[in-house]
Nanobody, 119 residues
């Protein structure tokens, strides 16, 4: 099992930036050969896919974050980052990382990292 730890969240004003980091503790082979993704869940809302990236670095973004967020990965360090720019209140949520598989994920959810965007 791959264990993920999310970090980098915090409180920022509208238009601000944050960089989230996801670190994988085990199972290097899976991490290096599988897609990685960032998800978020706001209170009372369903968890949604924010961005994903293949092992080769091909990225896909949700419509609401295109042009504002950038996902990246370092297969050697087993990390996956999410650079968030021009943050909006709608971005407020707990952010999680995982490995997507069809419409679900391969591993258990971590505790996530809270992102709060305030005016």
């Amino acid at each position: 099992q791959v264990q993920f730890v999310e970090s980098g969240g915090g409180l920022v004003q509208v238009g601000g930036s944050l960089r989230l980091s996801c670190a994988a503790s085990t199972n290097t082979f899976i991490v290096r050969t599988s897609p990685m993704a960032w998800y978020r869940q706001a209170p009372g809302k369903q968890r949604e896919l924010v961005a994903s990236i293949t092992s080769g670095g091909s990225a896909t973004y949700g419509d609401s974050v295109k042009g504002r967020f950038t996902i990246s990965r370092d297969n050697t360090k087993k990390t996956c980052d999410l650079q968030m720019d021009n943050l909006k209140p709608e971005d407020t949520a707990v952010y999680y990382c995982n490995q997507p598989y069809r419409d679900t994920v391969l591993h258990s959810w971590g505790q996530g990292t809270q992102v709060t965007v305030s005016s």
